[in-house]
């Protein structure tokens, strides 16, 4: 009995203290609605613009700097043959104080010292002592015949009046106008229009020692231009080349005719496709032969890849 009373009295004190909390207690803090000091403080130490929302800079409108491509081509080195003989030389595009030395096969120090040039600088249309003061350039006489042409009333005939001065075989000029003469198909390559320099057995194809082809055929036989273009050299000054003519056909592409019995063209002239420029000889050779060239940027190439064979 007296366990019950005192289980009675446990429940009774338990539902007192549960009725004591609900009676005493506290209200909940009030929340103000506005902003204080304090708050404010706070937003800027978190926004370093202040209370306004963050600054945005305004995306650059201005368009991306783009270098200028240009238009250079690149630079092209001129190797082209060179009179070796020869005491000055003028200054063509392509050139360099070391390709300049190569050719002439001189030092660069000596081709610096003669013309007093400073850090390899030249220009075009310079010219350039490439031989010591005092030198003298070998004696030769040159074949050179002068033809006038004047048209007169009767079709297809002209007159002609000839100038010539008698010279060493070896180094026969003619300058004259020459006919035009086919050696077979023609060939397009790289933009140019190719035919054979002449007819005839091929000799020496290109490779090894050959820079080029060696034509066979008789004295006397026409050697015409493989391409249109430019005479830019006609003489003998180079070494194993005997009677030889340089066509340029561009800045690219020239060719180069050697071993002539005699050139029928001159420096500075312009020639076509197929028009004659020489006969075939033996100078600076053993045989009769017409020693043919083709060179892209001065470096020798194979001929076969532009002549139709």
């Known amino acids: 009995m007296l366990k019950k009373n005192v289980i009675r009295s446990g429940w009774c004190l338990l539902v007192l203290a549960l ?58 080195g001129n190797y082209s043959p060179v009179d070796i003989n020869a005491a000055t030389h003028t200054v063509e595009r392509g050139d360099t104080v070391f390709n300049i ?37 070998p ?47 023609v060939r397009s390559v790289s933009g140019i229009e190719w035919q054979r320099p002449t007819a005839g057995s091929i000799l020496q194809s290109y490779g090894g020692s050959s820079k080029g082809i060696d034509y066979g055929g008789s004295a006397g036989q026409s050697v015409v231009a493989a391409a249109s273009g430019k005479v830019v050299y006609a003489g003998n000054g180079l070494r194993g080349y005997g009677n030889l003519i340089i066509v340029q056909h561009n800045q690219t592409y020239l060719t180069a005719y050697g071993n002539n019995q005699s050139i029928l ?11 004659q420029i020489a006969t075939m000889g033996n100078t600076d050779a053993k ?16 001929p076969s890849r532009f002549l139709p064979m």
């Open 287 to 302: 045989r009769t032969q017409l020693h043919f060239e083709l060179r892209e940027n001065g470096q020798p190439q194979d």
């Open 19 to 76: 009725s004591a909390c609900t009676l005493f207690k506290q209200p909940a803090a009030p929340t103000e609605t506005g902003s204080s000091e304090a708050g404010t403080a706070a937003t800027t130490a978190d926004n370093p613009y202040g209370a306004a929302p963050p600054y945005t800079p305004p995306a650059n409108s201005a368009p991306a700097y783009t270098p200028n491509t240009g238009t250079s081509t690149g630079y092209v």
């Open 139 to 185: 004696s030769g006489s040159r074949n050179t015949t002068k033809t006038v042409t004047a048209p007169v009333n009767t079709p297809n005939a002209t007159t002609t009046t000839s100038t010539t001065t008698t010279t060493t075989p070896s180094s026969s000029t003619t300058v004259s106008t020459s006919k035009t003469v086919s050696t077979g198909g």
């Open 265 to 275: 063209v001159k420096e500075g002239q312009q020639v076509k496709r197929g028009q």
């Open 101 to 137: 030395s190569k050719r002439y096969q001189i030092t660069q120090d000596n081709l610096r010292s003669w013309n007093n040039i400073v850090d390899n600088n030249i220009k075009l249309g310079q010219v350039l002592r490439v031989k010591p003061a005092g030198y003298v350039a």
